[in-house]
């Protein structure tokens, strides 16, 4: 009795690891693609890069739990049956969907990350040449100004 209970517990506990994405998840996705296409300030680009690097630590959690899960059903093969294989096969699918996916996200931080700097270094050159436009513009209105030492 207990024993079918373990294996009760432990295939739904597998059910709810393999379920696809949510609804919520699946809207998650699309939002963030879309704020992804539209990130034009410095700011829109930092907040995706967090993220896509808090999305990668969550893929690294699930990947670590499946590299347990694996090692356990390749250690305990024998207490699965005819099962064992094809449980081994699936989490070890699930462990490189997993870690593809971190890489991925960890990817797409870095580029986000970089075009942050990219903006940030524009905004900086723009108020550079803001202020020696400004300058200029008052050396001209005030040319007086320009000879005062002599």
């Not at 704020?35 to 999305?55: I, P, V």
């Not at 108020?127 to 007086?144: F, H, L, T, Y």
């Amino acid at each position: 009795m207990k024993t079918r209970k373990f294996f009760a517990v432990l295939s739904l506990g597998l059910l709810g690891a393999c379920a696809q994405i949510s609804p919520h998840e699946a809207v998650q996705n699309t939002n963030i693609r879309k704020a992804a296409q539209n990130a034009r300030t410095r700011s829109d680009h930092n907040a995706l890069t967090k993220y896509f690097e808090g999305a990668a630590r969550e893929m690294q959690a699930k990947a670590k739990e499946q590299k347990n899960l694996l090692e356990h059903y390749e250690k305990k093969g024998h207490l699965y049956g005819r099962q064992a294989q094809d449980l081994k096969s699936h989490t070890a699918a699930l462990l490189r969907k997993y870690e593809a996916n971190a890489e991925e996200n960890i990817k797409e931080a870095a580029a986000h990350r970089q075009m942050a700097l990219e903006q940030a270094n524009r905004e900086r050159d723009f108020a550079a040449r803001e202020d020696q436009m400004v300058g200029a513009e008052k050396r001209r209105s005030n040319p007086k100004q320009d000879f005062s030492g002599l």
